[in-house]
């Protein structure tokens, strides 16, 4: 879980793109969770995102998500996603020394013009349920994609249980905890064995409404997709509960949401009754996740980014709305999106 990206200086990085990739022009830096990010505008206009891998970032990982990318080109190239870029040598990826002797791998994506969903006017019903059937058509792409490293550890997916440790919630602050523990048995017990007994593939596992694009603030059209790096084999379940939490976040009023992006996904990607009855807790589970590796970020060393605290505030109220809810009701609503 450690959340450190390389800080090379950005001639050297420009000097080490030059060299392997004959790209040169303006550069400006990019927020990254594990990798240092550097958006690259080319002499001839063109944009790249330039990417250099954390130290403790395995080498098969970092290839599971180029090879993710290549996959969805040649299978789906309809999908808006970034595309790689190979060095002069025709290599999908490259890689730089730092001054410790610790090689970083090194890669470089085109970039997706657009504005993230997070900006902007919330989407309407309509939009919600095109969010939806647009997610249930990557997973689709991403069926047949394998991969030796698939199965690494992902902090952000909540079948490693870190949702519901028990260490990591004696740790939490209070305000988090006490909504968390009438949840945690169940969760752990019942829902998290049935979750990762049901279909599961590799799945992009981050789309929420700062990775999905539209082309400006107002428009009620998905144009983008951006950030493998969360990429993991999971339940399919949670890719939908990713972005249905990221959304109902924002839209705390009622279910509607949800329910939107639950109609666009099963559109797309048909789900079984047993996934729809899991999904309210795979949100669940992601919200209670989401709090804790805010607790991570916030209490590891050097300044966190103060989104951050946003996103646990956000988190935390999304949490106490769930706690108010009846369960079985809310099941029965998603069911019924379905025609279950």
Known sequence: MRFNPPDFDQTVIAARVLDEYGLQGDWAPLIGERDQNFLLQADDDRKYVVKIAGPDEEPDVTDFQV????YLERKSPHI?????????????????TDEEGVKHAVRVVTYLEGIPYSEGVFPDAGNLQEIGAF????????????????????????????????????????????????????????VLPALNAG?????????????????????QEVVGLIDFGDMT???????????ASSFQRRGRENLDPVKNLLAGFHRTHPLSEGEVSLLWDAITL???????????????????????FEERKESCSLLEFICGLDHEKVMNELRSVCGY
């Open 286 to 308: 992601r919200v209670l996740l989401t709090i804790q590796l805010c607790e991570v970020k916030i209490n590891a060393d050097g300044e966190p980014d103060p989104d951050v």
């Open 233 to 243: 084999y999971a339940p399919v379940i949670n890719d939908l509960a990713v972005t």
């Open 67 to 70: 090879q993710g990318l290549l």
């Open 199 to 219: 279909p599961s593939q590799v799945i992009h596992n981050d789309a929420h409404a700062w990775n999905l694009l539209r082309p400006d603030p107002v428009s």
């Open 80 to 96: 808006p996603v970034p595309r790689i870029i190979r060095t002069g040598n025709g290599r999908s990826l490259s890689s730089i």
């Open 135 to 190: 997610q249930g058509e990557v997973v689709n792409a991403l069926a047949g994609f394998e991969h030796g490293a698939s199965r690494h550890f992902m902090p952000w997916s909540p079948a490693n249980r870190i949702a519901v440790s028990k260490e990591m919630w004696a740790a939490t602050v209070d305000d988090a905890g006490a909504l968390a523990a009438p949840l945690l048995d169940r969760l752990r017990n019942e």
